[in-house]
């Protein structure tokens, strides 16, 4: 199985990411997903939760910057009350658009996070980039048939990691 694969840590949600786990890791900036990451799929603007986590990390000092898969309108509505750096449509898992919002930001890829629910999109992207990489739980269960279809390989991914964690 390829490293290409693995999050450097995985979390319940975006909650447990916090100020001092950052600072442990030398992470100066985010990079986050929006579908089942910092919302369930089918809300469209940020809501409480949300905006109260990204606050908290962007008042800290941390930048932070939307890089989504998801085209412009959905990116555009959710991110008018954070006001974040956004890419839409990134085509993760290509790096691309990673290095290109660690360049937006002004930082090193090895000093950002990639925070995300998907390890073949989100994951294995931010691997490829060279950054550091946050799974998340993903929000809500009901997804697509495509990302039901990702998820039992997903599984399998997980179990190896877990067993190579205890091994
Ligand atoms: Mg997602």
Sequence with gaps: MSKMFYPSLIVDSIRDI??????????????????????ANHVAEADENAI???????SAGYKVCIVSNAAKSRVTRFNDKLQLYALHRAMKPMAGAFKKASRMMGLKNANVAVVGDQIFTDVCGGNRAGMFTILVKPIDRKEGKFV????????RVLKRYADKRQG
């Design 148 to 155: 039901q279809f990702k998820r039992i390989f997903e599984k």
């Design 18 to 39: 916090t100020t001092e786990l950052l600072a442990e890791n030398t992470i100066k900036g985010l990079i986050l997903d929006i579908d089942n990451t910092l919302v």
């Design 52 to 58: 109260e986590w990204v606050e908290s990390i962007k």
